[in-house]
């Protein structure tokens, strides 16, 4: 098992920036590629972003790529998102997440996190 905790979260202007983070406890953390997904009420929850065990395939939604950045710190068991150029469009809770078996095109994760509201006011 792998225990996460997103941090992070909040109240923000559209064009502004967050950055969220996960911190990983329990099993290897650098064994998981780690992710995010997003959800608003009445909607499906949505593939974000994802990126390997050794910090390489990461991908992203086309709804996010060239504003969010995903990195991660495996020395401090954490995965971090930055978010720029925020629209209120990408209002939502961010969940955490985690996958072992992720082969750098498709994110299925295992193992979640309670998620972090952000709200993006226009």
């Known amino acids: 098992q792998v225990q996460l905790v997103e941090s992070g979260g909040g109240l923000v202007q559209a064009g502004g920036s967050l950055r969220l983070s996960c911190a990983a406890s329990?099993?290897?953390?650098?064994?998981?590629?780690m992710g995010w997904f997003r959800q608003v009420p009445g909607k499906e929850r949505e593939f974000v972003a994802a990126i390997g065990w050794r910090a390489g395939n990461t991908i992203y939604a086309d709804s996010v790529k060239g504003r969010f950045t995903l990195s991660r710190d495996n020395a401090k068991n954490t995965v971090y998102l930055q978010m720029n150029s925020l629209k209120s469009e990408d209002t939502a809770v961010y969940y955490c997440?985690?996958?072992?078996?992720?082969?750098?095109?498709?994110?299925?994760?295992?193992?979640w996190g309670q998620g972090t509201q952000v709200t993006v006011s226009s």
């Open positions: 997440a985690a996958d072992s078996t992720y082969d750098g095109s498709r994110f299925n994760p295992g193992h």
């Open positions: 329990g099993r290897t953390f650098s064994y998981f590629a």
